[in-house]
């Protein structure tokens, strides 16, 4: 028998890596979806199967983390070994403008979810996953961050996390069950949501290297961040729920790296060398040179500026994982480094804003106005 996966959240980044994998390890996948006024399933359409046809693996639910018995119910209908709850309002600058829904999403859902377990009678059964985050260190108070690093949550996200993470450790002393955290760093790819800073700057060097942009305007450039790849992410996931006993994890890659330095890496990528000037709102990035053969840009051109606006009320400055535990008791390495990630994702995105290019051209295509 095949085990069983429910992953809420499975529209998202990490949803869409997780259930490869479980599928490509013979798992049954049901997944949770929101419904929405255009399709949201973008990045997991390569999974679809035809419900019609025989030994479909992948089943889609709609469903949301603020609606408890539509949770009950797909809990109770799906009977799953393992729950991976990805579910969340997930951007820390959004959180402070919506508040009140993040902390019911985020905070009350992951509750949501290991009550219904219970209700159920599940909890000898179903194993349950908590997606926790650095961000649960905030304001920092010793690096490298560790299983046994003190939290101090800096925005209306990490503290509705705050919430979720204990709920999950207490829920597990309470009734004894397999509920665990991965307290996981930042973790992105070609996949990633366009606002989150990595995606947000590999876009708009794209569209640079292509002529379709003429700068980008970013927030705090000294933020430093451990940033690693989503797909060695997932697989640390997996490996949480399948330990003899139900534990905290802290997954990183142990290097941190400031806003700054990853706009220049991307760039690099292109063949743009850029260095900066002036400092807090007043800096900028400029091409200290060019060596792309197909397109060209003169010395000393603003490509880089910074906006407040994009600031937060109060602010992460830095983050850089311990992830020993997790190498040493789930035999956990990442096998992506940041120069590999940077490679991806500004490639795949060239490879994107090429076709599109191709397609305005043609007349085909018309813009997104609020990207
Ligand atoms: P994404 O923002 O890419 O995906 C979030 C998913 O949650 C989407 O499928 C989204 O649906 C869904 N969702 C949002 N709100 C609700 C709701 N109320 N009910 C049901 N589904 C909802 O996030 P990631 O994949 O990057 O992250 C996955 C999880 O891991 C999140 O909980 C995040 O907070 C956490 N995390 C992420 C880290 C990272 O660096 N990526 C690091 C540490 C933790 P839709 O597609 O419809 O919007
Ligand atoms: P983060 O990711 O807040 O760490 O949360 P994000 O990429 O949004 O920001 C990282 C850092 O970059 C700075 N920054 C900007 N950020 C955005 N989004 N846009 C900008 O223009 C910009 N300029 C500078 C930010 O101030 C910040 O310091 C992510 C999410 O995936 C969370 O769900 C997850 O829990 C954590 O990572 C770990």
Redo the contacts with the bound molecule.
């Keep these: 028998m095949s085990k069983v996966a429910l992953i809420t959240g499975i529209t998202g980044q990490d949803g869409a890596y997780l259930a490869e994998l479980l599928l490509s390890k013979g798992y049954f996948v049901h997944g949770i979806k929101r419904r929405a006024s255009l399709f949201n399933t973008d990045r997991i359409d390569h999974l679809y199967q035809d419900p019609h046809e025989k030994n479909v693996r992948l089943k889609l639910h709609y469903g949301d983390l603020t609606d408890s018995t539509n949770l009950i119910r797909i809990i109770q209908e799906t009977q799953p070994d393992e729950i991976y709850n990805l579910a969340?309002m997930?951007?820390?600058?959004v959180s402070f403008e919506e508040p009140e829904y993040t902390a019911n999403a985020d905070g009350i859902g992951t509750l949501r979810i290991l009550e219904a377990v219970r209700l159920l009678g599940l909890t000898r059964k179903t194993r349950i996953y908590q997606a926790s985050?650095?961000?649960l260190y905030g304001l920092v108070q010793a690096i490298p961050q560790s299983e046994t690093t003190p939290f101090y949550p800096r925005s209306p996200?990490a503290v509705a996390?705050m919430y979720a993470y204990w709920i999950t450790v207490n829920y597990r002393e309470a009734y004894n069950m397999f509920a665990t955290n991965g307290i996981?760093?930042?973790h992105e790819s070609p996949l990633r949501g366009e606002?989150?800073?990595?995606r947000?700057i590999t876009r708009g060097v794209a569209k640079i290297s292509l002529g379709m942009q003429d700068k980008i305007?970013?927030?705090?450039?000294n933020?430093q961040?451990d940033w690693g790849h989503a797909k060695d992410y997932v697989e640390a996931m997996w490996r949480i729920l399948q330990q003899d006993k139900p534990e905290d994890f802290v997954i990183a890659t142990g290097v941190t790296t400031s806003?700054r330095d990853f706009v220049r890496m991307a760039f690099s990528e292109v063949g743009i060398e850029l260095e900066f000037h002036g400092e807090n709102e007043n800096e900028v990035g400029v091409v200290l040179s060019c060596s792309n053969p197909d397109f060209q840009l003169e010395k000393g051109k603003e490509v880089v500026a910074v906006?407040p606006r994009?600031?937060?009320p109060t602010?992460?400055?830095l983050?850089v994982g311990d992830p020993s535990k997790a190498m040493k008791k789930l035999g956990w390495t990442p096998k992506y480094d940041l120069p590999a990630l940077v490679s991806e994702m500004v490639a795949a995105d060239v490879e994107a804003f090429r076709k599109e290019k191709l397609l305005k051209e043609s007349g085909y295509y018309v813009k997104n106005q609020f990207e």
């Design positions: 969340a997930s951007h820390v600058h985050t650095s961000e996200y996390k996981l760093f930042n606002t989150f800073v990595t947000k305007f970013l927030g705090n450039l933020a961040r806003v906006d994009y600031y937060r602010e992460v400055d983050l």
